[in-house]
């Protein structure tokens, strides 16, 4: 029985010493595609969600929209997609705010596709894969907060798709704790998705 103690407890720490070297890992990779502008010519430049209030985009998602509109103007795509659902507001979708505000920036309705019902990064990048797959687009530019690109490149990577990383303009991070924990709250979210574990 002691033996067997042994064994589990030897196995238990092997895994959690993996465990750890692989978020380690992780995080010194999202830090390090966090301020990495891929963008080039692609299909679709796909802007994630962020809070909207009362109709109008918060400054988070304002600055996504900014940057995805300046990528649009360069002309490294010719369509849009914004993603995002209520958030909790029974009135209006993230979508549905970032593509009234690139319309009132004089983008053409028809340029943009909007995603209204995805509530997580995962089901965002889902819904992504599916509408390009079914409108036959093969490559992206994906514009968010640049820890949080490497997790959602590497979820529309996985299902076949072309994807170019640019996070939206920001003052360079100021890399404290807080800062370390959003990256391994990233790090996290990505082991479990491909563990398979789906909370």
């Known amino acids: ?10 196995l238990f720490a092997a895994l959690a010493a ?15 595609q966090s301020t990495l502008d891929e963008a080039r010519p ?4 796909v ?6 209030y ?8 304002r ?25 909790g507001d029974p009135h209006f979708t993230e979508s549905e705010v970032g593509r009234a505000y690139l319309v009132s920036r004089g983008v053409p309705s028809e340029a943009i596709i909007i995603e209204p019902e995805s509530e997580s990064t995962a089901q ?20 968010s907060d640049g820890y949080h690109i490497f997790r959602a490149k590497k979820f529309l990577e996985e299902m076949g798709l072309t994807v170019y990383g640019s996070p939206r303009p920001a003052p360079p991070p100021k890399k404290d704790l807080r800062y370390w924990q959003l990256c391994a709250r990233q790090a996290v979210g990505y082991m479990l998705w491909a563990l398979k574990i789906r909370v």
């Not at 692609?42 to 430049?45: C, E, F, L, Q, S």
């Not at 802007?47 to 909207?52: Q, Y």
């Not at 929209?65 to 209520?86: M, N, V």
């Not at 390009?132 to 530019?141: A, F, Q, V």
């Open 47 to 52: 802007i994630l969600g962020a809070a909207a």
């Open 18 to 32: 993996a465990a750890g070297t692989w978020l380690a890992m992780l995080v010194v990779a999202i830090d390090r």
């Open 124 to 143: 965002s990048t889902a819904a992504v894969a599916e509408i390009m797959r079914r409108m036959k687009l093969r490559s992206c530019i994906v514009v």
């Open 42 to 45: 692609a299909d679709v430049i």
């Open 63 to 87: 600055a996504r929209l900014d940057h995805g509109l300046e990528l649009y103007r360069r002309g490294l795509a010719p369509l849009i997609l914004t993603t995002g659902g209520s958030g």
């Open 1 to 10: 029985m002691r033996r067997r103690l042994k064994l589990a407890a030897g």
């Open 54 to 61: 009362r109709g109008r985009p918060s400054p988070v998602l």
